[in-house]
């Protein structure tokens, strides 16, 4: 597993303190792969957590369109189910047993389980994935973040962290959101960045030797493969995955081969490019939006030198903006791996090809 730093500071936030941790960072750079992997008993022994005084529990949270009726009372029923298969102690089953049959949320409820456990000398940290989507839903209100904060917060009654997961920082979220409460001040925020060259290469040797093929070993060759996947571990593991052997590789590198995704790989890759648009400022997706219509003009070739050079010369500020994000490497776009479905995707939101069928573009309510 890579991301060693920040397993090794979360680990120490549960250990010692029980204290909580806001992870972020774009699509793709290994926040749910992170999450999983703390979750996993091998991790809780291996870092001496007991699995009879720490239980994490793994949770992705809905998206409100998926579920639109999705709210707290729900969201604790799940937690709580969850948690009554790691729990042996009769009298929390019981509890648990309890909340499930109220006929109205209680939040009291909920936290007296929380104190019972602690006197109990259990320590319950959730995981939670894709937390943003609890917070642009409008039925978790300032009352579910006060009360979820003064569990984590409050160390004398309870022994309870968080670690949860947004692809926007924490603070910038709450505030976008017009959160007043301080919600985001009881976390440390570890924000994750595309891997260094040297994890990056690890990784891909690792995911080739998984997949029983030849590992590319010259370095000049790992280095432009590094830069094609502009260091984001969804990427590296996708080449990985798709390289039979070095030459595959190289071809992929210089231009001369497309990669060919299967169905499965195509489905995370368009959720990736979905999440990179949702992130993205007005500026960044204007951007987007340029590369997507060169792409479909070359039918979804890749852009020549003097083609990148103009997009970036007329988007300069946006292209560095993706660079920091790393879906940008110098003169690389990460989308180059898939130019195909990146730009169904986004001329999807902004276009509509005219009827005339000869590929022209036509803006959505032009």
Same mark, same amino acid.
């Given at each position: ?8 500071? #979360? ?33 809780? =022994? ?10 994490? #529990? ?20 799940? +937690? ?6 790691? +729990? ?18 209680? /939040? ?26 609890? !917070?642009? $839903? ?10 979820? =904060?003064?569990?984590?917060? $409050?160390?004398?009654? /309870? %022994? ?14 709450? *505030? ?8 985001? $001040? ?39 493969? /590094? ?28 231009? *001369? ?22 992130? %993205? ?25 003097? *083609? ?15 660079? =920091? ?21 986004? !001329? ?7 009827? %005339?069928?000869?590929?022209? !573009? ?5």
């Amino acid at each position: 597993m890579d991301r060693q730093r920040e397993i090794d500071e #979360i680990i120490t936030r549960i250990k010692f303190q029980t204290q909580s941790s806001a992870v972020s960072g774009d699509s793709g750079l290994g926040k749910t792969a992170l999450l999983r992997y703390l979750a996993h008993p091998r991790t809780l =022994k291996k870092y001496q957590l007991p699995g009879e005084e720490f239980k994490c #529990i793994y949770f992705r949270c809905p998206d409100v369109r998926e579920r639109p009726q999705y709210a707290p009372i729900q969201f604790w029923q799940e +937690i709580f189910s969850r948690l009554a298969r790691q +729990i042996t102690d009769a009298e929390l089953v019981e509890q648990i047993r309890g909340f499930q049959s109220l006929p109205a949320f209680d /939040y009291y409820a909920v936290e007296e389980f929380f104190y019972g456990a602690k006197r109990k000398h259990l320590s319950i940290v959730l995981l939670l994935d894709d937390f943003d989507n609890l !917070l642009s $839903n409008a039925a978790f209100d300032k009352y579910f973040l006060w009360s979820l =904060k003064n569990l984590a917060h $409050n160390n004398v009654d /309870y %022994s309870f962290g968080l670690v949860i997961v947004t692809l926007q920082r924490l603070s910038e979220l709450c *505030q976008d959101l017009g959160m007043t409460s301080p919600f985001f $001040n009881i976390f440390s925020s570890l924000p994750l960045a595309p891997l260094p060259a040297a994890e990056s290469g690890t990784l891909l040797q690792n995911m080739c030797r998984v997949q029983g093929r030849k590992v590319a070993a010259d370095h000049k060759e790992q280095e432009q493969a /590094y830069k094609l996947a502009a260091g984001i571990p969804l990427m590296i593991r996708l080449l990985g995955q798709t390289c039979r052997d070095t030459s595959t590789l190289a071809q992929l590198v210089s231009g *001369q081969r497309k990669p060919v995704w299967r169905a499965g790989h195509r489905q995370i890759l368009r959720r990736f490019v979905q999440r990179v648009w949702v992130c %993205s400022g007005a500026g960044e997706k204007q951007l987007l939006q340029y590369l997507a219509k060169a792409w479909h003009e070359n039918k979804g070739s890749r852009l020549n030198h003097e *083609q990148e050079e103009t997009i970036m010369q007329h988007h300069t500020r946006a292209w560095q903006a993706l660079e =920091k994000r790393g879906l940008m490497q110098q003169m690389n776009s990460v989308f180059s791996l898939f130019p195909d479905l990146f730009a169904e995707f986004v !001329l999807k939101e902004t276009f509509v090809v005219a009827p %005339s069928g000869a590929g022209r !573009l036509v803006q959505h309510g032009g």
